[in-house]
């Protein structure tokens, strides 16, 4: 079992910045890929980006693409979401997620068997 814990969320104003951490543990678990969903009031929880652990490549929404930055560090099992150009539209509860599953797909919760708590994201216009 994975335990994954966010932090970083806060409230900024349109155009600012912020990053987002989410630190897996857990005991001898292995990582695949991690990525970020957000859901926003009264909405489905939605992709964000994701990274392969091994290799680094990353995927984004187009909603955020130029925008966010996903990136890892390895030795401490952690992810980060770098997100830059912040727009009210950005305001969600931000979650993190773990897969374990090589070859599988990204882009649906469904592909993702751990989660965090999650962690607001609130941008002022």
């Known amino acids: 079992q994975v335990q994954l814990v966010e932090s970083g969320g806060g409230l900024v104003q349109a155009g600012d910045s912020l990053r987002l951490s989410c630190a897996a543990s857990g005991r001898a678990f292995s990582t695949a890929r991690m990525g970020w969903f957000r859901q926003a009031p009264g909405k489905e929880r939605e992709f964000v980006a994701t990274?392969?652990?091994?290799?680094?490549?990353?995927y984004y929404a187009d909603s955020v693409k130029g925008r966010f930055t996903i990136s890892k560090d390895n030795a401490k099992n952690t992810m980060y979401l770098q997100m830059n150009s912040l727009k009210p539209d950005d305001t969600a509860i931000y979650y993190c997620?773990?897969?374990?599953?090589?070859?599988?797909?990204?882009?649906?919760?469904?592909?993702?068997?751990?989660w965090g708590q999650g962690t607001q994201v609130t941008v002022s216009s």
């Open positions: 990274i392969s652990w091994s290799s680094g490549v990353t």
């Open positions: 997620a773990h897969s374990n599953r090589i070859g599988y797909g990204f882009r649906a919760t469904a592909d993702f068997g751990s």
